[in-house]
């Protein structure tokens, strides 16, 4: 993908009306500190476009990206974050379940899981309640570069097995330090999210 350019086009708090603006929609999901945002920074050659921190529950919003104005790139608000009471908590899931349920444009759904980690049971119940929305997750193992390359294999296994994974699901290992994964993500996309 060439990018032309990226507006941050539409920020969503908990009670915003999510916006209907007809072009395709790809969506990033994953436990806070993940590196969601850092994902999209790679995957539009901007060093800090979308908000990245150190401390998790950085983005609490559902922020629309808007590439080249022919598509979106969608940053979810990151689940599993301990320091915040439990009715943000539930906020946050039910927005997200809103935009997942509601969204007409929708074409996929990323789940970010760290490589290094077996996932959570947060992960599991994300991972299972995309699948039951319908979509069949592309599953980005971020932080490659924070293992030994002949140590990826094995921890690519122990997510597919963590997660219970369908079988045949893609898992693509990513680092947004090396931008390894990058060209992989931005094929899918191309080939299965826009026409
Ligand atoms: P929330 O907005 O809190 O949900 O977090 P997020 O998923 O958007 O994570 P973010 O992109 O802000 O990254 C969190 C931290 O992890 C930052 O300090 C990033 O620099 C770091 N990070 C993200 N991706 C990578 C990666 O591929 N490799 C390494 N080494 N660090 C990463
Ligand atoms: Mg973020």
Not at 22 to 34: C, D, L, T, Y
Not at 96 to 107: A, M, V
């Amino acid at each position: 993908m060439v990018i032309r350019s990226i507006n941050l086009e539409t920020v969503c708090g908990v009670t915003s009306t999510l916006p209907v603006n007809g072009r395709p929609e790809v969506a990033f999901a994953g436990k806070s500190n993940v590196g969601k945002s850092s994902l999209i920074n790679a995957l539009v050659n901007r060093k800090s476009y979308a908000r990245t921190s150190a401390t998790p529950g950085k983005t609490q919003t559902i922020n629309f990206y808007n590439i080249n104005g022919e598509m979106y790139l969608v940053d979810l608000p990151g689940y599993g974050y301990a320091r915040v009471s439990e009715r943000e908590k539930e906020q946050w899931g039910k927005m997200i379940e809103r935009y997942l349920h509601g969204s007409k444009q929708l074409k996929a759904v990323f789940l970010l899981i760290d490589i290094r980690h077996e996932p959570s049971a947060n992960d599991r119940l994300m991972y299972e309640w995309v699948v039951n929305q319908g979509f069949e997750p592309v599953i980005i193992a971020t932080k490659l570069d924070k293992i030994k390359r002949s140590q990826i294999q094995k921890h690519v296994k122990m997510l597919r097995e963590g997660l219970s994974l369908v079988p045949g699901t893609k898992v693509i290992p990513f680092s947004s330090v090396t931008k390894q994964g990058r060209d992989e993500i931005w094929e899918f996309i191309e080939s299965e999210c826009l026409e």
